[in-house]
């Protein structure tokens, strides 16, 4: 994964962007995994999946962030960190693309490549709320679960971390009922 950059710097950090009502810790599979796979390799690369503000144990409370570019601070502050000449891949789910977009804007001499995971995206003619006011418009449809909504038909068979044990389905269970937005098959059927 290691990428040489047109300034002859190295890829050597990776941050993971996390998306509405998640946390840094929504990427713990996945900046393991990285992790394992660079030492792996020999390469040194530093991953890193902060908590946006009033998110995951950030303190702050939503009402207390202000603007957008507040809410991604974290973000911003750690490409801000980074050495001259060094260079980050950013990778952002949901409404981390928003972040990641914001961030590879602010600092294109700091990002490497913006990656966007089954995220929200501007494009670039629109102002990025233009593309949370596509999806708002697709999410008024009627007869939509509240799981299709916000997540697409397919949602549990496509998660970004399938679960590796019956333990671990049950949390993801877990974690989705206390949002609200779980719906098991069985649920499901009693309803029609």
């Known amino acids: 994964m290691e990428a040489a950059l047109d300034s002859g710097a ?8 996390h998306g509405v009502c998640h946390g840094g810790w929504s990427w713990y599979k996945v900046a393991a995994g990285l992790r394992s796979a660079a030492a ?31 809410y991604t601070g974290p973000l911003l502050d750690a490409l801000r960190s980074l050495p001259a000449g060094e260079k980050a891949v950013l990778v952002g789910h949901s409404l981390g693309g928003l972040s990641v977009a914001l961030a590879a804007e602010m600092f294109p001499d700091k990002v490497a490549v913006a990656a966007f995971l089954s995220a929200y995206m501007p494009d670039c003619v629109s102002p990025p709320s233009h593309v949370l006011m596509q999806a708002r418009s697709y999410n008024r449809q009627p007869n939509l679960q509240q799981s299709e909504r916000y997540n697409g038909k397919h ?8 679960p590796q044990a019956p333990n671990e389905l ?17 649920e499901q059927h009693n309803r029609t």
């Open 40 to 70: 792996a390799a020999g390469h040194a690369y530093r991953v890193h999946a902060p908590d946006l503000a009033a998110s995951g144990i950030d303190d702050r409370r939503l009402p207390e962030v202000a603007t957008f570019s507040e």
């Open 170 to 186: 049950q949390l993801a269970k877990a974690k989705h009922s206390t949002l609200g937005s779980y719906v098991t098959e069985t």
């Open 10 to 17: 190295k890829v050597k950090h990776i941050i993971l962007v």
């Open 155 to 162: 949602w549990k068979a496509y998660s970004l971390q399938p």
